[in-house]
């Protein structure tokens, strides 16, 4: 079940996804408005399958060479065909986690792909962060499994919380011991506290068994165009990856978009204090309403209520959409995740939320 879906019930306010409470600047709506033209050929001309410009752009953001930037359509795509590309057949996922690289592995067992998959279970009593002790057990696991590849979504999708990046680098050289594969999903770094010190995006040169993934969707609000993209020192793995995806999966719109937001100077500052402050305002109004609020870094948080386990269905009928969380590994009934909105939705939220608990 992922976030979303406002096309089953009358929607009027979707707080089960979290991407840019900004949403989509003025710069890349007049960059798609402009490749959209009646007179523009974009739309008749197949797209470039390499994103020169693209990959030109993103290169000169992060200091990193063009081949060592693989663009495909969101993220999504990219978590399979990276999976078939390093012919994975065991993984190892930290639990709460993202809950599409669990259907990625089932996807590739539906083909007849032998892939065994186990979750090492983050402590809710730490508020499922990584701590010393917890990297020390998650260090012996690695080292008894031997895994193909582990994933590790940072800051961690649904609770937010932030993984230092010592910690990160500890990690890493303990794959490398065990030629493990070390997936490091980014994709609400740039809208998170601390995504200046904590990402490992400048650290990959040094790494050739980490790869990053990030996505414009949640960062520069357009997950209906899907723009993502994998990093990796280690050019074969992007080489490998590239054959796993259709020639053209990434739209000529959505490169002009991506070219665009990259030009979009202020604007994740902007974002990053519109979400500091809104998250604050959030937390606050769950816990003055009783919920058991965690502690998040990011532009989503995650909540709890023992008794409230039919908030989503309850809320919908006020035309909201929360994500329950049901569904995540190490999770479980009670527990919802909310995008974080402009101050009016958010306080309609709160209204909402109080009206029918």
């Known amino acids: 079940m992922h976030g979303g879906d406002i096309y089953s019930n009358k929607i009027k306010l979707d707080f089960s996804v979290s991407i840019n409470p900004l949403g989509a600047s003025g710069n890349v709506r007049r960059a798609v408005a402009e490749a959209l033209k009646a007179d523009s050929s974009i739309i008749e001309q197949y797209p470039d399958q390499k994103c020169r410009k693209l990959a030109a752009s993103l290169s000169d953001k992060l200091k990193l060479p063009e081949s060592q930037i693989l663009f495909g359509n969101g993220a999504s795509e990219l ?3 990276l999976f078939r590309a390093l012919k994975v057949r065991r993984g190892l996922l930290l639990a709460p986690c993202f809950s599409g690289y669990e259907r990625a592995f089932k996807s590739l067992r539906e083909c007849g792909i ?3 998959y186990s979750f090492f279970t983050l ?4 508020k499922f962060q990584l701590d010393e002790k917890q990297l020390e057990e998650l260090a012996k696991c690695v080292e008894a499994q031997k895994p193909g590849i582990l994933v590790v979504t940072n800051p961690n999708n649904p609770d937010g919380s932030m993984k230092p990046l010592h910690l990160m680098e500890r990690l890493a050289a303990c ?8 997936l490091i999903d980014e994709c609400f770094m740039a809208l998170s506290d601390g995504y200046d010190t904590c990402s490992f995006v400048p650290r990959l040169a040094d790494y050739s068994e980490v790869m990053v993934l ?3 969707t949640k960062t520069y609000a357009l997950p209906g165009l899907r ?6 020192s280690d050019e074969s793995v992007i080489e490998k990856t590239r054959l796993q995806l259709a020639e053209w999966s990434v739209s000529s719109v959505a490169q002009a978009a991506g070219v665009a937001a990259l030009q979009d100077g202020g604007y994740l500052e902007r974002s990053r204090k519109l979400i500091q402050e809104e998250r604050l305002f959030l937390c606050a109004g769950l816990e003055k309403l009783g919920f058991e609020v965690f502690s998040s870094s990011s532009c989503f948080v995650l909540f709890y209520s023992q008794k409230e386990n039919q908030l989503r269905e309850k809320l919908i009928n006020c035309g909201i959409l929360i994500r329950d969380c049901s569904d995540f590994p190490g999770l479980g009934s009670g527990f919802y995740r909310i995008g974080i909105k402009s101050h009016a939705a958010n306080q309609l939220l709160l209204e909402s939320i109080a009206a029918v608990v």
């Open 123 to 126: 402590s809710r009593r730490s």
């Open 79 to 81: 978590i399979p065909a």
């Open 114 to 116: 032998s892939i065994e």
């Open 175 to 182: 794959c490398r011991g065990t030629g493990t594969k070390l």
């Open 227 to 232: 723009l993502g993209y994998l990093l990796c």
């Open 214 to 216: 990030d996505a414009f």
